[in-house]
């Protein structure tokens, strides 16, 4: 499995301190600040794709919104790692569960597919729990009453409420591999490209979840992916996805197959040289290689895009092709977008065990 490609437009702009408080645990005065870079990471005609950063440079908050305006009519039509909604003009982004919690100087970040037309530009103030930032820091005096806070979130991921019926995806991050939101937000594109290519060949297609991609703390490092529970002369890359797999299935109630979710996991981790992809019906199971690829750094996009599609349509029930045909079950994926599913094939993914899913 393989694929990639992004346009990049930045602009980083200040938010004001002043206004209401940020949410404490008693009245009084408290610090508050931030900082937000909002990015065009690609644009088509009459749509885009954005990147959303915030930084905390107040005291500590648990639970955000963040808050702008658009100037020209764009709106938003798809988002991830935060829920967003939109009236007229105005936009409201509040946390996902796992990405509540923000200390001083801490970051997270969310994106979302939008639509446009005339012009595109970047949002011209942005406001975080009613703090219009701009990249300062100023005391602000709260005349609510005293709130308790909700509790600190797990480092771990808690993924909310993801549908059923779905395809749920999960981004493994060893211990000692740092966050890079790329990662989520390359997967969530590879899996949206797929989703696309589903409708035109099916003429429906798969559901994703708010959050596309759910990222997850690993419990172990990569050595530990790579060398547990293999046979020494036995093929790394294998240990590294089934480590994988069998972590999310513990510790999110996943079975194998999943009536619930046709799951897609991919973890930053392999064996020198041992790369690949694998999939059966109801799981798709990456290691490193398609991770970097998703992110963006691993060669062509169409690479991966085609190879998701080439282990979706495992995950859907269909086998590998016996030559190369021009169908994605083949190595005739490499050539994407330039390669169609058989009818055949598109019958058996419609009557398989996830045909259902589709709509």
């Not at 301190?17 to 931030?34: F, H, I, P, R, Y």
């Amino acid at each position: 499995m393989r694929y990639r490609g992004l346009l990049l437009v930045a602009a980083t702009i200040g938010l004001v301190a002043g206004g209401a408080a940020v949410a404490t645990t008693s009245a009084g005065a408290a610090a508050a600040g931030c900082r937000v870079a909002y990015t065009i990471s690609s644009q088509w005609q009459g749509g885009f794709g954005a990147t959303v950063a915030v930084t905390n440079l107040g005291d500590p908050i648990n639970g955000w919104t963040l808050t702008w305006s658009f100037a020209t009519g764009q709106s938003v039509t798809q988002a991830w790692n935060a829920t967003v909604t939109q009236s007229g003009t105005s936009v409201s982004a509040v946390n996902a569960g796992y990405n509540a919690a923000l200390g001083t100087g801490a970051s997270t970040s969310f994106g979302f597919n939008g639509a446009w037309s005339g012009s595109n530009p970047v949002p011209a103030t942005f406001r975080l729990n009613n703090v219009v930032c701009t990249g300062t820091v100023g005391p602000t005096t709260s005349a609510s009453p005293t709130r308790t806070a909700s509790p600190s979130p797990s480092t771990s991921a808690t993924p909310g409420n993801p549908g059923t019926r779905t395809v749920r995806v999960f981004w493994l991050k060893p211990t000692n591999v740092a966050f890079d939101q790329r990662y989520p937000d390359g997967i969530a594109n590879v899996m949206r490209e797929a989703q696309r290519y589903y409708r035109q060949e099916l003429g429906k297609t798969f559901a994703l979840n708010a959050t596309v991609v759910e990222t997850v703390n690993g419990e172990h490092d990569t050595t530990w992916y790579i060398n547990t529970n293999c046979d020494p002369g036995g093929d790394r890359y294998w240990c590294v996805v089934a480590n994988m797999q069998a972590e999310l299935r513990r510790r999110f109630g996943l079975a194998n197959p999943d009536s619930r979710w046709l799951v897609v996991g991919e973890i930053s981790a392999e064996d020198v040289g041992k790369s690949g992809g694998g999939a059966s019906p109801g799981w798709v199971l990456l290691s490193g290689h398609d991770a970097d690829g998703g992110a963006g750094l691993n060669g062509p996009m169409n690479r991966w895009y085609g190879g998701m599609v080439h282990e979706l349509g495992h995950g859907f029930g269909l086998p590998d092709s016996t030559s190369t045909d021009g169908t994605p079950m083949s190595a005739s994926f490499y050539s994407y977008p330039n390669t169609h599913f058989s009818q055949a094939q598109k019958n058996a993914i419609l009557a398989g065990p996830y045909g259902s899913f589709l709509s």
